[in-house]
């Protein structure tokens, strides 16, 4: 029952008047008073440290927390006996105020030992005197509440104002946690759980500060987590009201609890586990199985194994494992399925379900349900206990995916969310590089057949291809680095010929860095290599340049001529220099052997190769050896260490291009 102001004021009887003083006689408490002066903690009640230097006491700051509480309690009772709403709600607010002041004064002298390691000139430090004074409160609540004689008015009054205030005084030491948590109990179980979800949500949707308001906060989930439990009907509109602030804490967590306080953040996602389980409980209890219900626990549970896995943990494995774990569990309940993971089709059709209501403001807080997807697949294969929930059902999966070229190309696609994000750390990417060659590997079909249309599927590669890069590029571990270098080409070595090289050019195009650009032209020259080789068994005859060899020359001449005008810059991109003569140099000599041979170049393709390329390349070589060379820094000998073997190619390519320009 919720409390509410009266329309109009009536003329006050003598027992309003009564209880209205009796209000107004317990002095006003400044939550901003939340210093321990003198050495001592001031709410513990002790006047003399209540003296501050610039006068005496006042009567407010003299008196004790528990006796002012026990005070404004005792005027709660007395105006919800007499039946005066505006006195128990006057009243009910100076209880909050009280409660409020306390903790935080507690929560300031937890902060300042922290902060300076001050010890009390007695021995007892600030912190323990807040803990004995808040649990002197929380147990002057709870008795109140406990009471045979308490007053339902009474009750619902507290609980509109307390349920914050409570958790924060349960997070100091000593009994605080299991009274705050009785307390909160019993305003669950004694009133209206639609009222409790929404003032409990209010509570959630306050300021947060990790690690110092974890504890606080994971009593606040608990509690909400036996509301959903109460709910008797319209249970999406209530699970849509509480989800959005129950993510909102876990994302707060996670942004900002370092290691140092990775287990306050682990209790917040044990929490979170909590509200799944209501959540969970609420679908069995449903005679016919509600599927947008079961679509919002699958998605919750994504999401949550989203931001579990962007937590900064020592050993993100052993602190993190089980929690992955049971969210699992919530979404095999929900109908998901490893295939469906893989795929991600799962996480689309929950989505589009939910789409089709009003709810776009609703699934924003679902926005890593498709990282929440591939990272479950990918727990899988790095933490054992899921793996031996999963059985063979993850392999059967895999091996469905496998046999089918278009699955295949959605399981690799998902991976992308994984190894493109910052978020996530590298024991998990190096997993996800782990599943990615087992999507690759040597057991199935390695090119989608040309007949099919790849089309769709061409931004989506882009993008997984530049995520691996990221993790080969970046990567601390070289093991890790040789492995996304193997998935890398493996992917490549998929896409259908006739848009292999479209993604190769592409990937050079959008390359920062000249190493990077160098290993795709060497990719390039094994690709090269294998359509020529190709073309030679089928014994293809065609006029002019074939189109793997045009691709190729595009490549060679947006490194030696770049697009932005003038020659390339030397030394400083002398890897990816070598790399394009090299792939120019091979491509010349495929042109003087075997069946094809003097096939490939027209006169003027012959001629722009030579003197637009190579030509105007020879004197800028020749010019940065010559400088360095009367330079004995180690900076010059790396420099000419870096431009020989440019040099030598160089002339090479030179000396094949003007051998065939005398054929011709």
């Known amino acids: 029952m919720l409390i509410e102001r009266c329309p109009q004021r009536r003329r006050a009887s003598d027992s309003e008047v009564d209880v209205t003083a009796s209000v107004e006689r317990i002095p006003f408490i400044d939550p901003r008073t939340r210093i321990h002066q003198g050495g001592s903690f001031m709410a513990a009640g002790d006047a003399s440290a209540a003296t501050t230097s610039d006068g005496p006491a006042t009567s407010c700051s003299a008196t004790p927390y528990p006796d002012r509480l026990r005070e404004a309690l005792d005027v709660l009772s007395q105006a919800c006996e007499s039946g005066v709403s505006d006195a128990s709600e006057a009243a009910s607010f100076t209880v909050s105020e009280i409660v409020a002041a306390a903790a935080a004064a507690a929560a300031a002298a937890t902060s300042a030992e922290a902060d300076d390691g001050r010890d009390d000139g007695d021995g007892d430090t600030a912190p323990a005197a807040a803990a004995r004074v808040s649990e002197e409160m929380l147990r002057e609540v709870h008795e109140f509440l406990s009471r045979p004689s308490s007053n339902q008015m009474a009750i619902d009054a507290l609980s509109l104002v307390l349920p914050k205030h409570v958790a924060k005084l349960g997070a100091q030491t000593g009994g605080c946690w299991d009274l705050a948590a009785a307390i909160l109990k019993f305003f669950v179980t004694n009133c209206s759980p639609r009222d409790m979800l929404s003032i409990l949500c209010e509570a959630l949707d306050a300021p947060m500060e990790v690690p110092n308001d974890s504890s606080s906060f994971v009593l606040l989930l608990n509690a909400l987590a036996k509301v959903l439990t109460l709910i008797q009907r319209r249970h999406v509109e209530q699970v849509k009201v509480a989800l959005p602030a129950v993510l909102k804490v876990m994302c707060t967590t996670v942004s900002e609890c370092d290691e140092e306080h990775g287990n306050a953040a682990v209790d917040l996602f044990n929490a979170a586990v909590e509200i799944g389980n209501a959540i969970q409980e609420m679908c069995k209890a449903m005679v016919d199985k509600n599927k947008d219900l079961c679509s919002i626990l699958g998605l919750y549970s994504l999401q949550n194994i989203a931001l579990v896995s962007q937590s900064r943990q020592q050993d993100i494995l052993s602190a993190c494992g089980s929690v992955v774990l049971q969210h699992f569990r919530f979404l095999k309940s929900s109908g998901f399925t490893y295939l469906g993971l893989l795929t991600g089709i799962d996480a689309t059709v929950a989505t589009d379900k939910l789409s089709k209501e009003d709810n776009a403001e609703f699934l924003e807080w679902f926005s890593f349900a498709m990282d929440g997807a591939a990272l479950t697949v990918v727990w899988t294969f790095m933490y054992d206990a899921m793996s031996k929930y999963a059985g063979e059902e993850l392999e059967l999966a895999l091996k469905e995916v496998q046999g089918n070229c278009m699955k295949t190309w959605e399981a690799i696609n ?135 060899a045009s691709h190729a020359l595009e490549l060679v001449e947006l490194i030696l001529r770049p697009p932005q005008g003038g020659p390339p810059c030397l030394p400083d991109h002398s890897e990816q220099v070598i790399s394009a003569l090299n792939l120019l140099r091979f491509i010349l000599i495929i042109d003087s052997r075997g069946p094809r041979s003097g096939k490939l170049f027209q006169k003027e393709t012959l001629h722009k190769v030579h003197s637009e390329w190579l030509i105007p390349l020879r004197p800028i070589v020749s010019g940065i050896q010559s400088e360095n060379e009367r330079d004995d820094s180690e900076l010059a000998n790396q420099i000419l260490c870096s431009l020989n073997p440019v040099q030598l190619v160089l002339y090479r390519c030179i000396e094949l291009a003007e051998e065939k320009m005398k054929c011709c």
């Open 414 to 548: 998902m991976l992308k969310y994984v190894l493109s994000s910052i978020r996530y750390p590298w024991i998990i990417k190096s997993h996800g590089i782990n599943l990615l060659l087992c999507l690759t590997g040597e057991n199935h079909v390695q090119e989608i057949n040309n007949h099919v249309d790849f089309t769709f599927y061409v931004p989506r590669t882009f993008a997984t291809l530049k995520a691996i890069e990221s993790v080969m590029m970046a990567a601390p571990e070289a093991l890790m680095r040789k492995k996304a270098f193997a998935a890398l080409k493996k992917v490549i070595s998929m896409v259908p010929s006739s848009q292999r090289f479209d993604i190769l050019q592409a990937l050079v195009n959008n390359s920062m860095s000249p190493s990077l650009t160098a290993i795709l032209l060497d990719l390039a020259r094994d690709e090269v290599l294998r359509e020529s080789r190709q073309a030679e068994n089928n014994c293809a005859e065609s006029d002019g340049l074939p189109p793997w």
